[in-house]
């Protein structure tokens, strides 16, 4: 990535700082170590001032440190790494910093205890609001990703029949998206079928897919750190009238939910008009509370479009639309399309069919 881009990633960091009467910022998570500096190994503690960006990590990755970042300082350190934390923040003259709340305690109360007379506020959903809006280079990986978990699952399909497990589908569908590409899963895989599917999270089983059983199949692959999130509920032989009309009506609450994005619309309109399709028929109790959610380095990002959270759409947001009905003990159904917000509306970055059937 571009040297130019991540000094905009760092000015949204610096704004913060300079807003809050703060000297620097300790960021400690992957993904926004990885956001801020391109670092991708797994144990570091990236410190920013207005002036310096400094990366203290151990000996595995400082050759990886040196290659991934762009006008970072690298910091190797050995067995006290807080000491080393706290005396670097010094060094830098960071007397005030936000740090992320997700750090944990003993590692808190450490460094608090070698920074002495420190002012220190704790933030983590300005980090999601910031990285909320993707830059085009994070655009073109999420479509990357979406390729591969698109073309790993279209090669699923004509593998799959009645009378296989739900685990089965699931391996198959892992070595398929992997031969295409994906660097990992960006979440344990959902398949429910039946009965199950009313689950809205049910993993997969050693459960025989039957005859009539809708299959709910929710996965998503990563593709330079970036995530995709799918979601198709297959139809196994014969369905029965009713479960093939609350399988219509997820689509077209979806369909409704998808028409509705645009920027300036705020994400309250775009689940209201999904659900607006439930409530028409009298099966909003049987509903989830939230439509979709961001996606990117995290597979739950910002926005949130779900009720109690209300955010205004802008140009360059990913988000997930997923309508779904759940009757425990009966069925379920979701399905979930990737959109990008754009300039002037809203462009579906999912492409598979909605509608599949297994015969």
């Not at 002012?119 to 909320?132: G, I």
């Not at 997820?250 to 008009?273: F, I, N």
């Not at 309508?323 to 003990?329: S, V």
Request: charged share 30%.
């Amino acid at each position: 990535m571009k040297k130019i881009q991540y000094e905009k990633r760092l000015s949204g960091l610096r704004a913060y700082i300079e807003d809050h009467g703060l000297t620097g910022a300790l960021i400690t998570s992957y993904e926004n170590r990885r956001y801020f500096c391109g670092f991708t190994g797994s144990s570091g503690y990236l410190l920013v001032t207005r002036d310096h960006v400094v990366l203290i990590t151990d000996k595995r990755y400082t050759t990886q440190a040196k290659e991934q970042t762009v006008d970072c300082e690298i910091v190797e350190h050995s067995q006290d790494r807080l000491r080393l934390v706290a005396d670097t923040m010094k060094r830098l003259g960071i007397t005030s910093s936000v740090m992320e709340s997700g750090m944990t305690a003993g590692e808190y109360f450490s460094l608090k205890e070698h920074l002495g007379d420190h002012r220190t506020v704790l933030e983590d959903e300005y980090f999601l609001e910031l990285r909320m809006v993707k830059d085009e280079w994070e655009i073109e990986a999420t479509r990357e990703a979406i390729r591969r978990a698109e073309a790993g699952f279209d090669r699923l399909i004509p593998r799959l029949k009645i009378g296989m497990t739900e685990k089965d589908l699931a391996d198959e569908l892992h070595y398929l998206v992997n031969r295409e590409g994906a660097e990992a899963m960006s979440f344990g895989t959902i398949v429910a079928s039946g009965a199950r599917g009313a689950m809205a999270h049910g993993f997969p089983t050693n459960k025989v897919i039957e005859n009539g059983d809708m299959v709910v199949v929710d996965f998503g692959v990563m593709y330079d750190g970036y995530c995709s999130d799918m979601t198709r509920t297959l139809l196994f032989g014969d369905i029965s009238q009713e479960n093939r009309r609350i399988f219509n009506l997820v689509l077209e609450s979806g369909k409704r939910a998808v028409e509705a994005v645009r920027p300036g619309v705020h994400s309250s309109e775009v689940e209201a008009a999904h659900r607006a399709v439930f409530i028409r028929e009298g099966l909003d109790d049987y509903a989830l509370r939230g439509l979709g959610h961001g996606i990117g380095l995290q597979i739950h990002e910002c926005p949130r479009v779900q009720i109690g959270k209300d955010t205004v759409l802008r140009p360059n947001m990913i988000f997930t639309i997923e309508p779904g009905l759940y009757f425990p003990g009966v069925c379920g159904v979701r399905t979930e399309d990737d959109v990008l917000v754009t300039e002037s509306g809203v462009e579906n970055l999912s492409h598979t069919p909605h509608e599949i059937h297994i015969e």
